[in-house]
């Protein structure tokens, strides 16, 4: 369970959010995650992620590691993102549209690169600097990456679309989506911040990583859901539900689908057990 509290900025408009993500397995790890998310910290010139992430052993409580929480959120996000991918894009996905530039977005789009065969991306941000520095990361450099100022010129073009951001208010336009398309929603992770619009959510076939977090923290399926636009049952299924063929993924080259990622305590356990082995040997 994810404990969410939010804080007051002084003399800002927006709120800091400090989660609380504790997951365990029994006999083997337990691990929590202490993480905030700072929407000015671009104002220092620092990432809107900070954090720590805690592995103990769940037998002694003994501490075997601790992490930067924001690379492992990153990196777990990412993978999370290409995993529904490999179910929910069609297989000759070749091009992309990256919307936000945060620490996420170089990783967002290196991961849905492993998943499908892409080719060509687009970056969008609200500063086309911004951009252009996530275009010329050496992550990306076997990618034809290209910066642009117009969202609305170029989201029609791309077989994927990617939104990580942190804005309040919708940046998606279901007008603008085509035949075919899939779109992954990483952001909007409080019941009042929304990245994309209603015709979006009334387009699309609807999936997420758990109907746990996605029902309750995200604003992208609260708001509409209490406004009687869509209901539980629009939701096609959980990531747990795809990976285990229990519900299908894309069942069409016509659907438009859309993944919607809040994130979850044992992506980050899991993540954190795997670099220990990696070091373990």
């Known amino acids: 369970m994810r404990h969410h509290h939010d804080y007051a900025n002084p003399g800002k408009e927006r ?7 504790p997951a365990w397995i029994e006999g083997q790890y337990l691990g929590v995650k202490m993480v905030t998310v700072s929407p000015y910290n671009g104002e220092h010139a620092l990432p809107s992620i900070q954090g720590l992430y805690i592995l103990n052993n769940a037998v ?26 490999k179910f929910l894009s069609r297989e000759d996905s070749g091009s992309l549209l990256m919307v936000g530039t945060g620490a996420l977005a170089p990783h967002l789009i290196e991961a849905h690169a492993t998943a499908r065969p892409i080719e060509k991306v687009y970056v969008w941000g609200r500063s086309i600097d911004n951009a252009e520095k996530i275009c010329q990361s050496e992550h990306l450099s076997h990618l034809s990456c290209e910066p642009v100022d117009s969202m609305e010129e170029v989201i029609g073009n791309v077989d994927i679309i990617s939104c990580a951001t942190l804005s309040p208010t919708p940046l998606i336009n279901g007008k603008w989506l085509q035949s075919g398309q899939h779109l992954d929603l990483v952001g909007a992770y409080r019941p009042d911040m929304r990245e994309a619009d209603d015709e979006v959510i009334r387009r699309c076939d609807l999936f997420v990583d758990t109907y746990q977090g996605a029902l309750k923290e995200t604003g992208d399926l609260v708001i509409p859901i209490s406004a009687g636009l869509i209901g539980r049952a629009d939701i096609k299924a959980e990531l747990r539900e795809l990976c285990s063929d229990e519900l299908p993924g894309r069942t069409s080259e016509q659907q438009i689908t859309c993944f919607k990622s809040v994130g979850h305590a044992l992506e980050d356990l899991v993540a954190a057990i795997l670099v220990k082995e990696n070091i373990d040997g």
């Open 15 to 21: 709120e800091s959010t400090l989660l609380l993500m």
């Open 60 to 85: 002694t409580g003994q501490t075997e590691l601790i992490l930067d929480a924001k690379e492992l959120t990153v990196r777990r996000t990412a993978a999370t993102s290409a995993l529904a991918s």
